[in-house]
T-cell receptor, first 113, second 115 residues
Framework: GDSVTQMEGPVTLSEEAFLTINCTYT??????LFWYVQYPGEGLQLLLK?????DKGSNKGFEATYRKETTSFHLEKGSVQVSDSAVYFC????????????FGQGTILTVHP | SAVISQKPSRDICQRGTSLTIQCQVD?????MFWYRQQPGQSLTLIAT?????????ESGFVIDKFPISRPNLTFSTLTVSNMSPEDSSIYLC????????????FGSGTRLTVV
């Protein structure tokens, strides 16, 4: 079945540092790929998405590019802020898993001033 | 995107009892999904609920434990039956409003603690 693997955390950075959270996937067909964010005490929010190979999703300074050749969707941000502290989930959906999302294990990000 | 109202937002329940979680969407959607997020873990799909048919459960989840209703295109309930402390989790509903893979939206979740 489909699976998503994220780099293990937690990740701790200083403000303005560069962020990368790795994500790789296995899927039959051609899934869409997503990054969701869960801020402390809040629900799950879509951060960005990409629906086909070479698409780049971006939002709030975060970016991720759908790389079919490496089956990856790594999340990056050039300069993190304290307010970016949250749990980040990579997910895949569609393809033969139409209508369902498969989530990675989540990465806890803590940004210090 | 669709707006989802999920309630209760949290509850503390006695073991052996049942809790029904409600999910109301502000627009008609074909498919609704129920997920579980155990403490410190990722989200796992429990079942897919379509209006007018029985829910489809994922491996490891059964209807007797997690009965689901889907009476119309804007509403669904998930019941956690005969609860044990292992059922302590966040339960979330999700919708794919457009019928494609572009519109996944999640409710705010129900934080359940079983004592």
């Amino acid at each position: 079945g489909d699976s998503v693997t994220q780099m293990e955390g937690p990740v701790t950075l200083s403000e303005e540092a560069f962020l990368t959270i790795n994500c790789t996937y296995t899927a039959t067909g051609y899934p869409s790929l997503f990054w969701y964010v869960q801020y402390p005490g809040e629900g799950l929010q879509l951060l960005l998405k990409a629906t086909k190979a070479d698409d780049k999703g971006s939002n709030k300074g975060f970016e991720a590019t759908y790389r079919k050749e490496t089956t990856s969707f790594h999340l990056e941000k050039g300069s993190v802020q304290v307010s970016d502290s949250a749990v980040y989930f990579c997910a895949s959906g569609g393809g033969t898993s139409y209508g369902k999302l498969t989530f990675g294990q989540g990465t806890i990000l803590t940004v210090h001033p | 995107s669709a707006v989802i109202s999920q309630k209760p937002s949290r509850d503390i329940c006695q073991r052996g009892t049942s809790l029904t979680i409600q999910c109301q969407v502000d627009s008609q959607v074909t498919m609704m999904f129920w997920y579980r997020q155990q403490p410190g873990q990722s989200l796992t799909l429990i079942a897919t609920a379509n209006q007018g048919s029985e829910a489809t459960y994922e491996s490891g989840f059964v209807i007797d434990k997690f009965p689901i209703s889907r009476p119309n295109l804007t509403f669904s309930t998930l019941t956690v039956s005969n609860m044990s402390p292992e059922d302590s989790s966040i339960y979330l509903c999700s919708v794919d409003q457009s019928g494609t893979i572009h519109g996944y939206t999640f409710g705010s979740g129900t934080r359940l603690t079983v004592v």
